[in-house]
């Protein structure tokens, strides 16, 4: 069943509210109409099967028939530099559909000068909501504006119980090599992981030092060196799954 979302102050005493471009998107592109059952999700965690009682050009009303609740048990945070051109869309949009639940954009000394305008994070946070509803997520990923990495670590440390990854091409040729799954041998039940991508030049040491000195740990993808985009969405997926399997 198709699955849109409705923001929380449009959904009040079991009667929700599609308004503007939402609207005609629903009854003029789906082709919805009065008496027809959709399912609907506030971005917060709630999801509703709802049935369309009115259609007009700018507003759609309903009823909700019946709430479901279902987030994550665990929260990944993926702190990532910015890959040039429009790969940072799809880095959202892919990120968004396997659960990252917050990309927190980070600057490094290597990164490309970003510039976050409110028309661009605007657009961003689209993506992620466009994400949500074609993925069936209840919940919606957060875009952060941009931080610089020794904060970003910083908060990293701040959040209890996590265990924080630094993929680092520098770690190929470690005699002792880490990879993710050694990471979560110990089978220790974690409330979530940080993620750090680092920007196309990679990190330089004295960040990696920096991150370690932390509890950040750093960790090998494999032999081959991925781009930007690529290591953010293999990382998060390799953390999720050990996460979902150790919750």
Not at 33 to 45: H, N, Q, R, S, W
Not at 134 to 162: S, V, W, Y
Not at 197 to 208: L, R, T, Y
Request: charged residues 25%.
């Amino acid at each position: 069943m198709s699955h849109f979302y409705v923001r929380p102050e449009d959904i009040k005493e079991n009667i929700f509210a599609i308004n503007g471009k939402q609207a005609h998107y629903v009854s003029n592109v789906r082709r919805f109409k009065t008496a027809d059952e959709i399912m609907i999700f506030d971005g917060m965690g709630n999801s509703y099967k709802a049935k369309i009682t009115s259609v007009n050009k700018n507003k759609i009303l309903g009823n909700i028939l019946s709430h479901s609740y279902k987030i994550s048990d665990f929260i990944v945070k993926l702190y990532t530099s910015i890959p040039k051109g429009n790969r940072f869309e799809w880095l959202i949009e892919k990120c968004a559909e396997i659960g990252v639940s917050e990309i927190m954009p980070i600057k490094t000394k290597r990164s490309m000068r970003a510039v976050f305008s409110k028309n661009k994070l605007e657009r961003y946070e689209k993506i992620s909501t466009a994400a949500s509803s074609q993925c069936g997520r209840n919940n919606i990923m957060k875009i952060n504006e941009p931080l610089d990495f020794k904060t970003a670590c910083k908060n990293a440390f701040t959040d209890k119980n996590f265990i924080s990854i630094l993929p680092w091409e520098s770690e190929n040729n470690s005699e002792n090599k880490v990879f993710i799954n050694n990471i979560f041998e110990k089978k220790a039940k974690y409330n979530g992981g940080s993620i750090f991508i680092g920007p196309e030049g990679g990190f330089e040491s004295e960040e990696v030092e920096f991150a370690k000195s932390l509890g950040i740990q750093t960790v090998t993808l494999g032999n081959n060196i991925l781009r930007l985009e690529t290591a953010a969405f293999v990382a998060s997926i390799l953390t999720m799954n050990f996460l979902e399997n150790f919750k």
